[in-house]
């Protein structure tokens, strides 16, 4: 999945870590976009044609679709074609800022998708690209504390990239302590107290490339099938599930502020949205992680945000 998996488990042993390592090993070797033996490859290469996958990527693809069901496209699974276009056609940490855009003919279209459970098959519509990134991350970080959890965990915090999910009881008992990072910033500017759900952030700062007169990210707006400009610099969310909160993330990140704050709502999650000049806009219930009612700010100091991605 091209990025750092970190894992604490209470109450386990060493079998516990290698039982994460090998799960992980095998969902980037079923859902990486750049090894061609994916599954995810072979559903790219027969659009049009139904392909038999395993259960994790056929729940991958179901997830995905009905995220971006709820979320009304914001999040689209389906923009592959224009991360190809943006210059995103091989892992990030091989990207600089020399790379230029790339070609593909891929358009989108999540809405034909289909997801046959029966047979194990998924089908794309011809002339559309599945891309994993907007929610494989978070929901490898569910899959994760599941199976860890089943095989006699007390507690795990799995964290994929940025998308950590919490269950069970932490290493100091209480709640988990996630740290908070502001998007312009290094160190940590606040704690968010979780007992049992996820954290997910989406911003343009972490993940970008190209000169600075074209400077592209991987959030692309599926309105425009450019990367989005909507006046923010991040958006963090707290839900039940990592694959919920990765997609909220990236759906708010890309409806820009006030409909941002709306789709938090709408979706029962928190979060805090920050925008270009590093100002805060909490959602309404985000006290409740934090053990206070912030304020939004329009200082670079912020009190409340979520972790790099």
């Known amino acids: 999945m091209g990025t750092d998996v970190h ?18 090993d095998d969902l ?9 033996d994916s599954e995810i490859s072979r559903l790219n290469e027969a659009a049009g044609r139904p392909v038999r996958v395993s259960a994790e990527t056929l729940a991958l693809v179901r997830l995905a679709v009905e995220g971006a069901q ?25 990207l600089t800022d020399a790379s230029p855009n790339g070609h593909s003919v891929l358009g989108s279209g999540f809405e034909g998708i289909v997801v046959d459970e029966e047979a194990s098959t998924v089908t794309l519509p011809e002339g559309v690209g599945f891309d994993p990134g907007g929610i494989g991350k978070g929901y490898a ?35 988990w302590a ?15 107290g979780l007992r049992s759900g996820a954290v ?48 909220v993330a990236k759906a708010a990140f890309v409806a820009g502020l006030s409909e941002g704050l709306f789709l938090l709502a709408s979706t029962g999650t928190d979060g805090v ?15 409740r992680f934090t053990g206070s009612r912030p304020q939004a700010t329009t200082s670079s100091a912020l009190a409340t945000a979520g972790g790099p991605r």
């Open 7 to 24: 894992v604490v488990v209470v109450g386990g042993s060493l079998d516990h870590l290698d039982t994460a390592r090998e799960l992980v």
């Open 28 to 36: 980037e070797r079923r859902w990486s976009r750049f090894r061609s």
């Open 70 to 94: 709820i979320t009304d496209g914001r999040f689209d699974p389906t923009v592959l074609g224009a991360m190809l276009r943006a210059g995103y056609d091989r892992s990030f940490e091989l």
């Open 141 to 175: 970080a569910d899959l994760l504390v599941r199976e860890l959890l089943s095989r006699g965990a007390a507690g795990v915090c799995a964290n994929v990239g940025g998308d950590l999910r919490v269950e069970g009881e932490a290493p100091e008992g209480g709640p």
């Open 178 to 192: 996630v740290a908070v990072q502001h998007p312009f910033r290094s160190e940590p500017v606040g704690m968010i």
């Open 200 to 247: 997910a952030t989406s911003s343009r700062v972490r993940r970008a490339w190209g000169p600075k007169e074209d400077r592209r990210h991987h959030l692309i707006d599926p309105a425009t099938g450019l990367p989005a400009r909507t006046g923010l610099a991040a958006a963090t969310v707290i839900a039940a599930e990592g694959r919920q909160a990765e997609v």
């Open 273 to 287: 949205l920050v925008d270009d000049r590093g100002a805060l806009y909490p959602s309404f219930g985000l006290h």
